[in-house]
């Protein structure tokens, strides 16, 4: 199939063509409905702040049509809200998109107008946000790119295989997600494809890394395996995001959930097991008798830069030992008065974690840009 995404294409579609690409309204199952979805105290009186401003700057009369919605979805950029009693697809008032402002994500509360002479809303106010689980994309320096706002856990989907699993990523998703204060879950996918040996060594190999206390959850689209448990990390009230490569299975992971194929799903390349990017849009899925789960399309790469505070979060034993190091930019590899070496000797953490550790200290290193004064790595 063609690409849509020429320059032409996109032009003709912000030049109002919208309506014609992206999926009905009335086709867009499973979203939840406003009231499912709970603003925080902070976010309902920025609201009201929000509000005093549109209606200040509006020479019309605006005070009606303004109306407190959330994000649960974007489709190539563009958001569908839902507010009480409506969902609408919405573009941004013209003050907002000339800085930053208009980088609206799957979960922000917006402040948004509903003239009744539109059939689109306008977005006055994104509200701030509880929490944003971001990572950077196009390499170490490119743009900061919101996944999800105001999400309460990452579930990192990686799936099993004949192959030893990569803890790594699995850290890495940890470290970016911990950044962010949202809790992490791992769910581990395909389990009908590894053996029983290799299944306990990948759980094993997970919690040596990330730490015991995070659950890992072992699912297989044979039989439902597992969807219990997964169900049951993101209770009614919550809201959770799926984080893994293209083709870790989040998509089939979420129709098992939903008791339907509502979601789109693609076959893996059998050269590399990676699969094509299926998904492509952002959602919000309410599934039944629990809380909300975010369908993201597969991430590339997850570049780990200026995330201190994830990795004291999720190595805290090591981060401590690091601060009693003889020099503030030991490396922990061989400088004397290394007191994460030490540590290790003495058993306070596993190899696996040390490892893991090192590799992304030393990436965040050479990315740094922002290391937060306070924490030493
Ligand atoms: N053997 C096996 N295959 C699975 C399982 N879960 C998913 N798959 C297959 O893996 C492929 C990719 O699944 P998707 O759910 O589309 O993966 P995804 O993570 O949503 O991928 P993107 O949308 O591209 O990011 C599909 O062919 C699925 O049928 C499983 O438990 N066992
Ligand atoms: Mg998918
Ligand atoms: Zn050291």
């Known amino acids: 199939m063609a690409k849509r995404s020429s320059k032409r294409t ?40 929000a509000c005093a401003r549109a209606r ?18 974007l489709d190539r950029g563009y958001p569908a809200i839902v507010c009480e009693g409506e969902l609408f697809r919405a573009e941004f008032a013209t003050r907002l998109t000339k800085g930053s402002f208009s980088r609206v994500a799957v979960g922000d509360w917006v402040c948004a107008r509903r003239p009744g002479t539109h059939e689109m809303g306008i977005i006055e106010e994104i509200l701030p ?8 994309k196009g390499g170490a320096r490119g743009e900061r790119q919101t996944l999800a706002a105001n999400v309460d856990v990452v579930i990192v989907v990686q799936a099993l295989g004949p192959e030893v699993i990569d803890c790594a990523r699995v850290a890495r998703s940890a470290v970016v997600a911990r950044d962010c204060g949202a809790q992490v879950a791992v769910v581990l996918t395909k389990a009908d494809r590894a053996t029983d040996e290799v299944l306990a060594a990948d759980v094993a190999a997970i919690h040596d890394v990330v730490g015991a206390d995070v659950r890992v959850v072992v699912t297989s689209s044979e039989h439902g395996h597992g969807v219990d448990d997964v169900r049951a990390l ?21 129709n098992a959930l939903l008791g339907r194929d509502v979601l789109e799903t693609g076959a893996v390349r059998q050269a590399d097991d990676m699969g094509r990017h299926t998904t492509v849009a952002r959602r919000m899925v309410k599934l039944p008798d629990a809380g909300i789960i975010v369908d993201e399309p597969g991430l590339r790469s997850l570049p780990i830069l200026g995330h201190e505070h994830g990795l004291k979060m999720v190595f805290p034993q090591i981060v401590e030992s690091a601060a009693d ?16 070496r030490e540590d290790f000797t003495l058993g306070k953490f596993t190899s696996e974690q040390l490892e893991s550790y090192l590799s992304l200290a030393r990436e965040m290193r050479e990315n740094a840009t922002s290391i937060d004064p306070d924490i030493v790595i």
């Open 129 to 136: 946000r509880e929490s944003d689980i971001a990572r950077w």
């Open 56 to 73: 200040a700057a509006a020479p019309e009369d605006v005070a009606g049509e303004l109306v407190l919605g959330c994000v649960v979805r």
């Open 234 to 254: 993101v209770p009614e009230g919550t809201i959770a995001i799926v984080l893994g490569e293209s083709g870790a299975g989040k998509s089939t992971l979420l």
């Open 10 to 49: 996109a032009r003709a579609e912000r030049a109002g063509g919208v309506g014609k690409t992206l999926p009905a309204l009335s086709s867009l199952g499973d979203l939840p409905g406003f009231g499912e979805l709970t603003p925080s105290a902070a976010q309902l009186s920025a609201f009201e702040g």
């Open 325 to 340: 190091c003889k020099f503030r930019d030991c490396t922990h590899t061989h400088e004397p008065g290394c007191r994460v």
